[in-house]
């Protein structure tokens, strides 16, 4: 029960307006064009400032030499393109503000292919944050229209944003959850990372293997309140690694998702400004910033052995680390800690075709987990902005939201429908988002995801089917199954496909998605006014 009341305190604390978003939120993003796009988006839907400069958005392309910055250097470089747009598009210094404590900020990461939620980001030409949801938002425009995935993770993310003044907070772009522990809170590090603590003690061995932590980068909080991260090892490793930094007190999964103070930002962006000018080199956070800045070096470089890194090479790193550590003024506060987002949090990920179904499908059962994600998303009326003509049978636990149904005899079971005109549908246990034709006739565990046609849609049971539109050519239907794991067959042309999920991905680089959007919201107001 105590689980459950602070699970609905941070679904109150999110759904509270702009008090529960970061001053600026920055979003880090594949090209310009995707830049661009989450600019005007988000300042349309969730980060609405009215006079005010905040909540600002700011949107910058990772434009690093080919095999990325990865995603240590890759905040860096963000932040630092962030800070330049706020000075030429606002007259704000950014920087200077954090250092004052005076703001939040937010960045959030969202390149990467999104292989396993194929064929669904192509259909958006690779801005995969950009993925619709079964769930509509009303915009600023006054228009309904579907939430997207970015948009639902700034949201649930806010809720930390009150703690952090004078921080920069990141975070990776297709998850949601709702944490069990406390989300208020008093920085007590430079670094704090996001972890599910397992437990009030430290895990016996059995437990160590039983909750497969070895699979997992763990952080351990030392009695001391100080934490350290390892990166999938047993319980013997793990406690031989750390006996020199004290007492494990507390262990558990790393999100990944963490915090810095103003003073760190600066100091990483001063000792990586080489890299930073050049645009060259790849380190992430876990194995480049965060472990060797909490392990000894002979951990560490054992470690990165495992990961196939030559000893010398990890030896040089730490030590270039631990000369950084030594030269920082850490004041009142300890280096690195860890944020407990609690045991019972709630998860929603939408980073898999097959979790996307499962958690737009769970928009309709009775369970607790589905009236949170129902609360998180402000659903009070499960036909909010339909007009459904008399005669359409809508079954008690289907969602139809920002729906023109115009004749009657439609009949809607156990799906989620968002965004759709049609003279008639016929769905049972389907999910259509963003669709127009004159019939659209779908069976269980079927996708049809920004579908425009003049003619009937009909999807068989677990049919995935997407329409991927270019600014100068015909659109294109691309098709997939349910069964179908698109980072296994990625590269593999299905028998109903003229393409491979990789081949779509590089014909939609560069797209132009906000006059792509347009194109498409032009053509389905005119197939839909035509029906």
């Known amino acids: 029960i105590m689980s459950l009341e602070a699970l609905e305190n941070a679904v109150s604390a999110m759904t509270s307006g702009n008090s529960a978003l970061y001053d600026v939120t920055i979003v880090c993003t594949t090209d310009d064009h995707q830049a661009e796009y989450w600019m005007k988006r988000l300042s349309q839907s969730l980060c609405k400032s009215g006079d005010s400069k905040f909540p600002m958005v700011l949107a910058c392309s990772e434009d690093w030499s080919p095999g990325g910055a990865g995603n240590g250097l890759g905040t860096l470089y963000a932040y630092q393109k962030a800070c330049k747009l706020a000075v030429s598009k606002h007259g704000i210094d950014l920087a200077d503000l954090l250092t004052k404590k005076q703001v939040s900020a937010?960045?959030?990461?969202?390149?990467?292919?999104?292989?396993?939620?194929?064929?669904?980001?192509?259909?958006?030409?690779?801005?995969?944050?950009?993925?619709?949801?079964?769930?509509?938002?009303?915009?600023?425009?006054?228009?309904?229209?579907?939430?997207?995935?970015?948009?639902?993770?700034?949201?649930?993310?806010?809720?930390?944003?009150?703690?952090?003044?004078?921080?920069?907070?990141?975070?990776?772009?297709?998850?949601?959850?709702?944490?069990?522990?406390?989300?208020?809170?008093?920085?007590?590090?430079?670094?704090?990372?996001?972890?599910?603590?397992?437990?009030?003690?430290?895990?016996?061995?059995?437990?160590?293997?039983?909750?497969?932590?070895?699979?997992?980068?763990?952080?351990?909080?030392?009695?001391?309140?100080?934490?350290?991260?390892?990166?999938?090892?047993?319980?013997?490793?793990?406690?031989?690694?750390?006996?020199?930094?004290?007492?494990?007190?507390?262990?558990?999964?790393?999100?990944?998702?963490?915090?810095?103070?103003?003073?760190?930002?600066?100091?990483?962006?001063?000792?990586?400004?080489?890299?930073?000018?050049?645009?060259?080199?790849?380190?992430?956070?876990?194995?480049?910033?965060?472990?060797?800045?909490?392990?000894?070096?002979?951990?560490?470089?054992?470690?990165?052995?495992?990961?196939?890194?030559?000893?010398?090479?990890?030896?040089?790193?730490?030590?270039?680390?631990?000369?950084?550590?030594?030269?920082?003024?850490?004041?009142?506060?300890?280096?690195?800690?860890?944020?407990?987002?609690?045991?019972?949090?709630?998860?929603?990920?939408?980073?898999?075709?097959?979790?996307?179904?499962?958690n737009n499908l769970k928009l309709l059962d009775t369970d607790q987990d589905s009236i949170l994600l129902r609360k998180f998303f402000g659903i009070v009326d499960k036909k909010a902005g339909s007009t459904l003509t008399e005669g359409t049978q809508v079954d008690d636990t289907s969602c139809v939201f920002g729906c023109t149904i115009k004749e009657s005899g439609s009949s809607i079971v156990q799906s989620v429908l968002a965004g759709v005109t049609a003279k008639t549908v016929e769905v049972d246990g389907a999910i259509v988002v963003n669709c127009v034709a004159p019939k659209i006739t779908a069976k269980k565990g079927a996708i049809l995801y920004n579908l425009i046609s003049t003619t009937e849609i009909t999807a068989q049971e677990g049919d995935v089917m997407v329409e991927v539109t270019a600014q100068d050519a015909d659109p294109m239907l691309l098709k997939s199954h349910m069964t179908v794991d698109g980072g296994k067959k990625w590269k593999v042309k299905l028998e109903y496909n003229e393409l491979t999920f990789e081949e779509v991905m590089k014909k939609n680089q560069g797209a132009n998605i906000s006059a792509i959007e347009t194109k498409r919201q032009e053509k389905y107001k005119k197939v839909a006014s035509e029906l």
């Open 106 to 358: 937010a960045l959030f990461h969202t390149a990467g292919k999104g292989t396993r939620l194929a064929p669904l980001p192509a259909s958006e030409n690779n801005n995969k944050p950009g993925v619709k949801l079964g769930v509509c938002q009303k915009l600023s425009s006054g228009e309904f229209a579907p939430v997207t995935v970015l948009e639902a993770v700034v949201q649930q993310t806010g809720v930390y944003a009150s703690s952090r003044k004078g921080r920069l907070s990141v975070f990776w772009g297709d998850q949601i959850f709702l944490p069990s522990a406390p989300f208020v809170y008093t920085p007590t590090h430079h670094v704090d990372i996001m972890c599910t603590l397992l437990g009030d003690t430290a895990p016996t061995a059995e437990e160590w293997s039983a909750q497969g932590l070895e699979k997992y980068g763990v952080i351990a909080v030392m009695d001391d309140g100080n934490a350290a991260q390892v990166e999938k090892v047993d319980h013997a490793t793990a406690v031989k690694m750390l006996e020199s930094l004290g007492n494990i007190g507390r262990v558990g999964p790393s999100l990944g998702s963490f915090s810095v103070s103003a003073a760190i930002l600066q100091a990483l962006c001063e000792e990586y400004s080489k890299e930073l000018t050049s645009k060259a080199g790849k380190l992430d956070t876990d194995p480049h910033f965060w472990m060797p800045l909490t392990l000894p070096e002979a951990e560490y470089c054992g470690l990165m052995a495992q990961k196939g890194i030559d000893e010398a090479e990890s030896k040089k790193h730490h030590q270039r680390m631990a000369a950084f550590k030594s030269k920082l003024d850490l004041s009142s506060m300890g280096l690195f800690g860890a944020v407990d987002v609690g045991a019972n949090a709630c998860w929603w990920d939408y980073g898999q075709l097959r979790l996307y179904s499962q």
